[in-house]
């Protein structure tokens, strides 16, 4: 049975071309902006001085706060929120990917207290330990397709010194608005691009797998989400500048987190909790650590749920180049292999030792992760439970 409540009070604007709307739909949220960019991307690839003018034209006030890394570090969001302060602007721009977007969520909050922003920052069995009582309004116009942080109300930041690598969530972080246009995805390398593909992926499966089974309707947004992904992203890497490729991965990425497609199943993240442990200690792109993990997980997982597995490789793969035409049939761990041979056709790294690293901190991550989100009874919350032991012996299968 599902029940549940559908909120996304996010304005979405969708579209190639649409950012040069960007100054007229800021006007609505202040006068006095915050633009928060990350490395330089944006800049050489001229989406910065779009907004810029667009801002201008429309007499939006604004300063610019530049170099947001990937894995947004606490130590960077504590900046921006402090000049946020000072500068007194109305509200955040996040033009950049998800550490951008993430990081302009969580200096919307730092905004408008002193402590640092780690604080808020989900600590033990997932509570902060200080409450968020107000963050400034925030406009996203996200570069990449992968994280839906444009439509959910969630970021995730990192704490270098700690390594660890944990989520902000509050209702007050939905984005006011959202511009989407894919165009400033098609500078997006093949990298990233197959990244944010398999991220995508991971933000509907994990709920599939996990979840209520008895929500047809939101399984079937699950596999023709990752039906479409699997189409349209080696679309994207041959050739970079398909705006329709680009346009359904952005589309399929917002959906994703947005609610649309996981609400009422419910459902559990370990694998995004394994791997935010893995960015924690390594600094690894989200999207490399999670399909190292996706393959061995979903494995460990389709012990429980092996019918689960079998209706998702049919309805995913069936009349794709991974299926041989006419076989419609696949059990638990040819689905596996499936998304194996997607992952690996995608550029992906499927073992540490292609990503450079050894067993060294497997036994450290493993009691990190379990401490954290293990609750009293010591495991993660899974169809199938997954205890420290099992996280090693994932990391292991992979090694
Ligand atoms: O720093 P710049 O110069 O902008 O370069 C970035 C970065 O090096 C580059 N890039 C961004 N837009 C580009 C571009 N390059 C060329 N053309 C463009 N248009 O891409 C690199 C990666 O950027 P990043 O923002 O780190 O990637 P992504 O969008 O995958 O975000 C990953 C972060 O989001 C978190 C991840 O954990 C990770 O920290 N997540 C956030 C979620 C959320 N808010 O709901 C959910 C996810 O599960 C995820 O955990
Ligand atoms: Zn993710």
Redesign the pocket.
């Known amino acids: 049975m599902i029940n549940f409540e559908f909120h996304l009070p996010t304005r979405i604007i969708f579209g190639k071309g649409e950012i040069r709307r960007s100054g007229d739909v800021a006007s609505t949220l202040g006068e006095k902006a915050m633009l928060i960019?990350?490395?330089?991307?944006?800049k050489?690839?001229g989406?910065y001085d779009k907004v810029v003018s667009s801002l201008k034209d429309k007499k939006v006030e604004f300063v610019t706060f530049e170099g947001?890394?990937?894995?947004?570090r606490s130590t960077t969001v504590d900046k921006a929120g402090e000049i946020a302060k000072r500068e007194r602007v109305d509200f955040l721009v996040g033009l950049?990917?998800?550490?951008?977007?993430?990081a302009t969520?969580a200096a919307a909050v730092r905004a408008l207290v002193d402590n640092p922003i780690w604080e808020y920052i989900q600590g033990e069995n997932g509570k902060p330990p200080r409450r968020i009582k107000n963050a400034l309004p925030t406009m996203m116009i996200?570069?990449?397709a992968?994280?839906?942080?444009e439509t959910?109300c969630?970021?995730?930041i990192?704490n270098w010194e700690e390594h660890r690598?944990r989520?902000i969530i509050n209702p007050l972080l939905f984005p006011k608005v959202s511009i989407i246009d894919p165009e400033?995805?098609?500078?997006?390398?093949a990298d990233?691009t197959a990244?944010?593909a398999v991220?995508i992926i991971?933000?509907v499966l994990e709920s599939y797998l996990s979840g209520d089974p008895n929500s047809p309707v939101q399984d079937r947004f699950t596999e023709g989400l990752i039906r479409t992904v699997v189409e349209y992203a080696p679309k994207a890497i041959e050739n970079p500048a398909d705006i329709n490729a680009r346009s359904n991965l952005s589309w399929c990425a917002s959906l994703a987190?947005s609610g649309f497609v996981n609400s009422g199943r419910g459902g559990n993240f370990p694998i995004?909790i394994i791997?935010?442990s893995l960015?924690a200690h390594y600094d690894i792109?989200?999207?490399s650590g999670l399909a190292l993990l996706i393959p061995p997980i979903m494995r460990f997982t389709g012990r429980a749920v092996p019918e689960r597995l079998r209706m998702l490789g049919r309805n995913v793969f069936y009349n794709t180049e991974y299926l041989p035409s006419g076989k419609s049939d696949v059990s638990a761990e040819e689905t596996v292999r499936l998304f194996e041979k997607c992952f690996h056709s995608l550029g992906r790294k499927l073992t540490f030792s292609e990503l450079g690293i050894d067993d060294s901190k497997f036994e450290r991550m493993a009691d990190d992760i379990i401490s954290m989100f293990g609750g009293e009874k010591g495991y993660l919350e899974n169809p199938q439970p997954i205890y420290k032991k099992d996280i090693i012996d994932i990391f292991n299968s992979v090694r």
């Open positions: 960019i990350g490395r330089g991307s944006v050489r690839y989406y947001v890394e990937p894995n947004p950049g990917g998800g550490s951008v977007m993430d969520k996200p570069t990449v992968a994280t839906s942080s959910d969630g970021g995730v990192t690598k989520s400033l995805t098609v500078t997006v390398g990233t990244d944010g991220d991971s933000h987190l995004h791997e935010h960015s792109s989200h999207g």
